[in-house]
């Protein structure tokens, strides 16, 4: 267990449809991160919080949102769901401070048919 | 803008032998961190290994070692007496000093897959 709890790990939904993604982070992380991965584009950095405010954003579409609330808690919401958004969602958190190294959470598989 | 670029999608290795995984990065930062990632077929993000910019020796984890070649801008993983576990990708990522906004995202290459072969 790396400390990093994701739920759930599997997800199948439909096209159209809205979905949640949760990740708890490591205690004592303030900053949550949120990856994608899908065969055509790797690995892709979506958003970051820090102690509940978001610090950056990168490839991440604007159907997409995401929250981190004061218990430190993060959601993903991702919503109008394409085909093409099936993918791994990741969840890393680190801790406070310039940098402390990342743990990944193991992951929720989403499939939307 | 951060870049990784691993060269090789697939690779093999006899068992109990030694590899080496390419990765080269881009960066203006003066400050940066390089990791390895083991991603097996179950899918979970293993962390193995991590070299800072200023280190000035490689990093060594276990079985792991980083060679890292600043000028060359290169940080290979040398994966030692591989073993039938080690079949997976693997993914080199660089943490760039801060954006404005004080994040460390990290940027990930594209991976290579890893088969080793009794």
């Known amino acids: 267990d790396s400390g990093v709890t994701q739920t759930p790990k599997h997800l199948i939904t439909a096209t159209g449809q809205r979905v949640t993604l949760r990740c708890s982070p490591r205690?004592?992380?303030?900053?949550v991160y949120w990856y994608q991965q899908s065969l055509d584009q790797g690995l892709q950095f979506l958003i970051q919080?820090?102690?509940?405010?978001?610090?950056a954003k990168g490839n991440i579409l604007e159907r997409f949102s995401a929250q981190q609330f004061p218990d430190l808690h993060s959601e993903l919401n991702l919503s109008s769901l394409e085909l093409g958004d099936s993918a791994l969602y990741f969840c890393a958190s680190s801790g406070p401070g310039s940098f402390n190294g990342y743990t990944f959470g193991s992951g929720t598989r989403l499939t939307v048919v | 803008a951060q870049k990784i670029t691993q060269t090789q999608p697939g690779m093999f290795v006899q068992e109990k032998e030694a590899v080496t995984l390419d990765c080269t990065y881009d960066?203006?930062?003066?400050?940066?961190?390089l990791f390895w990632y083991k991603q097996p077929s179950s899918g979970e993000m293993i962390f193995l290994i991590y070299q800072g910019s200023y280190d000035q020796q490689n990093a060594t984890e276990g079985r792991y070692s980083l060679n890292f070649q600043k000028a060359r801008k290169s940080a290979n993983l040398v994966i030692s007496a591989s073993q039938l576990g080690d079949s997976a990708m693997y993914f080199c990522a660089m943490r760039g000093g801060p954006s404005g906004a004080g994040s460390y995202q990290l940027t990930f290459g594209k991976g290579t897959k890893l088969s080793v072969i009794p």
């Open positions: 205690s004592g992380d303030l900053s």
């Open positions: 960066t203006s930062d003066p400050s940066y961190g």
């Open positions: 919080y820090y102690n509940g405010e978001e610090r």
